[in-house]
């Protein structure tokens, strides 16, 4: 079969081809990059051809390319497609594969590929056209694959389950998948699902009554005859007793789900044995009702909006007081405990991973959820805000991995710090990596005596305290690679913003420039020299409405990026004034790279 790779500018969909080209080494299979072929073709650069041509002549060229390519015999073939190329053209016996990343709709800002607006800014640039294609990824993907931040070079674990999701293999997924209509589109689309998870270990699958009809739930269930369901009402019924094919369908399944906001489930108990029902409570203000009927069903489902630490605990405490008998599934509007339900894997009857955009955005992916390791009584974390785009989960899974331990990226907003810590404790944080803003929170939870910002935390299990270090300032020197060393160059050199990290980059530069990013203006004790311009810009400000752009004018040669998130305004300013630029993914791998060897050598020396 063909598979055609889709997915936005900057997705990874070619560093995916190259790990697919490892996986599959010893298979018989093509790997071909669109973009790459028609290069060879022409003799030009995709740039080239952009600037020359323009992209309507380039999309018409793409199309003819890709028909000439399924041509050509072969056995088994992956096909790199451009963002924009027109999906209608893929006929209905290629396999469509979209690779996605959380951050796609952040946008993403690149200093080496064709600018199509250039009278936008580059993110406008890039979120012009990402929501119109995200749609129509969303229309024509057969099989969505939503990867996860951060490079997986050497990451053995990662490479490990991406290689046996890619391929199919995964076994003994256990967990809980929604079923939705989507599936149905095409026989196509449905008998890949079924080559995906049938007979895979999936604890259950839901079929919910307002998702799909009810010739697609009796299709499930006679096409996928040795899986576990459970049927879940979501519809009001008028006449349940009524509805005999219903009611014999009912029969098929080892779990009825009845949500109380339907109201009473008595019409239910009257047909079904509570011994196999399942009662569902979404909003707090029906608990009472769902409490008279609690003793009554087999199981507790408690999924409501919770919008605090607190409250997360005291759902947690709830569901551990009777664990066998509840499952305790906290929603929001942003998918902030995605990491609280991977963290509950193996330890509740109802537990969701997603595949696609699933049916809430706190179910993990399913590489999210087979990276967990169940039952895991505690686990590390990067706590900042925002973590989505964070790489450290990534970073450090081989090191977590041999300590059994689930690494997970865990928002926390600034006012948050306070309340969310130590329920974070309570539930088995050991392990952690501070970001912004942070820093500042974390060196006081572990009373450090020197330092005012820390990014690295370890629970002492003896003495039950923190203790905490800041490998900032090593991955700052890796960086800017000995710039600071040069006591008269560092009066050309200009930083903008600093956040937690202001201190450690004034002790390595101490005769900088500092500006703040809010202002605009020279922070106090620096002096700017009239006429003087930067050769070197040190990025330390945050993408938000409160920060500035520095002077065009300025003009440096050089932009060190101390974010190594693809929206960075950091990025953005070289770009704008074609300075050379740095990412901060130097410093992040060599500031990890400290936190590791901290957490060995402290848990060496207990």
Not at 56 to 80: A, G, I
Not at 287 to 297: A, G, L, N, Y
Request: contains cysteine.
């Amino acid at each position: 079969m063909i598979t055609a790779v889709v997915g936005h500018r900057g997705t990874g969909k070619t560093e995916l081809m190259k790990r697919l080209q490892v996986y599959l080494r010893d298979a018989a299979v093509d790997f071909v990059d669109l973009d790459e072929l028609i290069e060879e073709k022409i003799g030009k650069t995709i740039p080239e051809l952009f600037m020359e041509h323009g992209e309507t002549y380039f999309r018409e060229l793409e199309r003819q390319l890709f028909l000439e390519t399924l041509q050509k015999p072969h056995t088994e073939m992956y096909l790199v497609l451009g963002a924009g190329f027109d999906l209608t053209v893929i006929p209905d016996s290629v396999r469509v594969l979209w690779v996605r990343r959380q951050t796609d709709l952040d946008g993403r800002i690149f200093l080496n590929r064709p600018r199509l607006n250039p009278e936008m800014s580059p993110l406008e640039e890039y979120q012009k056209r990402a929501a119109a294609r995200e749609d129509n990824y969303r229309a024509h993907a057969d099989e969505v694959y939503l990867m996860p931040e951060g490079l997986f070079e050497n990451r053995h674990h990662a490479m490990a389950v991406e290689k046996a999701l890619l391929t199919h293999d995964l076994q003994d997924i256990s967990g809980c998948l929604t079923l939705t209509s989507e599936l149905f589109k095409s026989e196509k689309r449905w008998n890949l699902f079924k080559d995906r998870f049938a007979k895979k270990g999936v604890s259950l699958f839901e079929l919910r009554d307002d998702l799909l009809s009810f010739e697609q739930i009796q299709k499930v269930l006679t096409e996928m005859p040795e899986e576990k369901f459970v049927y879940s009402f979501r519809i009001a019924r008028e006449n349940l007793e009524a509805e005999t094919a219903l009611l014999e369908l009912l029969q098929k399944v080892p779990w009825v789900d009845w949500a109380i906001e339907l109201g009473s489930p008595e019409s239910l108990l009257a047909l079904v044995p509570g011994t196999k029902v399942i009662l569902s409570l979404h909003e707090e203000k029906l608990k009472d009702m769902w409490q008279v009927f609690s003793r009554q069903v087999a199981h507790l489902k408690f999924a409501p909006l919770v919008e605090s630490y607190g409250d997360l605990l005291e759902g947690h405490q709830w569901q551990q007081q009777d664990a066998a008998r509840r499952s305790f599934l906290p929603r929001s509007r942003t998918g902030r405990w995605e990491w609280y339900r991977r963290f509950q894997k193996g330890k509740q009857l109802l537990n969701f991973w997603r595949e696609g955009d699933g049916t809430s955005a706190d179910q993990p992916s399913l590489w999210g959820w087979a990276m967990t390791s169940a039952q895991s009584s505690s686990f590390a974390a990067v706590l900042g805000d925002p973590v989505a785009h964070s790489y450290t989960p990534m970073e450090h899974s081989d090191f977590f991995y041999k300590k059994n331990l689930p690494v997970f990226a865990i928002a926390i907003s600034r006012e948050e710090w306070g309340k969310a810590f130590p329920v974070l404790e309570t539930l088995g944080l050991s392990y952690a990596a501070v970001t912004s803003p942070h820093k500042e929170n974390a060196a006081k939870s572990c009373q450090h005596q020197t330092l005012s910002a820390v990014n690295t935390l370890f629970l002492n299990p003896k003495t039950k305290r923190w203790v905490g270090t800041s490998t900032d300032d090593q991955g700052f020197m890796e960086l800017i690679e000995g710039v600071g060393m040069l006591a008269p160059l560092q009066k050309e050199i200009f930083v903008w913003g600093g956040g937690g990290v202001l201190e450690m980059v004034e002790k390595a530069l101490p005769h900088a420039t500092y500006f703040s990013s809010r202002s605009g203006r020279p922070r106090e004790g620096s002096e700017l020299s009239e006429g003087v311009t930067p050769k070197i810009v040190i990025w330390a400000a945050p993408r938000s409405p409160e920060t500035m752009l520095p002077p065009a004018s300025w003009n440096p040669a050089m932009v060190f990026d101390l974010n190594y998130k693809e929206d960075s305004m950091g990025r953005e300013y070289a770009q704008r004034c074609g300075a050379n630029y740095q990412s901060g993914l130097v410093m992040f791998t060599a500031q990890a790279q400290g936190q590791r060897a901290f957490w060995r050598e402290f848990k060496e020396n207990l």
